[in-house]
């Protein structure tokens, strides 16, 4: 079974920076894409970062030039480093390995960013 557990998430005044970090259980080029997700109250899931197995980066508009995906095979592991973080962005962060059409997802970390 494919496990994912992330860290990093808490509390931080905007402006400031954090990073989220997401560890799989097995080699992450098992998977074709992984991702980073977050959701806040009242509002849909959104992607927020993504990298596949090609190195291929995605992002968000709303995050473009503040955060940065990054991956650590060595530990099979996914980052999202977060700067310049606004209140917006203050949700619940989701880790996603997909392989082709299966998606496994992580239990979340929380954001807040505060004003």
Request: hydrophobic residues 35%; contains cysteine.
């Amino acid at each position: 079974q494919v496990q994912l557990v992330e860290s990093g998430g808490g509390l931080v005044q905007a402006g400031g920076s954090l990073t989220l970090s997401c560890a799989a259980s097995e080699n992450i080029f098992n998977f074709n894409v992984m991702d980073w997700y977050r959701q806040a109250p009242g509002k849909e899931r959104e992607l927020v970062a993504g990298i596949n197995v090609g190195g291929r980066l995605n992002y968000a508009d709303s995050v473009k030039g503040r955060f940065t995906i990054s991956r650590d095979n060595a530990r099979n592991t996914v980052n999202l480093h977060m700067n310049s973080l606004k209140p917006e962005d203050t949700a619940m962060y989701y880790c996603r390995a997909a392989i082709r059409s299966r998606s496994y997802w992580g239990q979340g970390t929380q954001v807040t960013v505060s004003s």
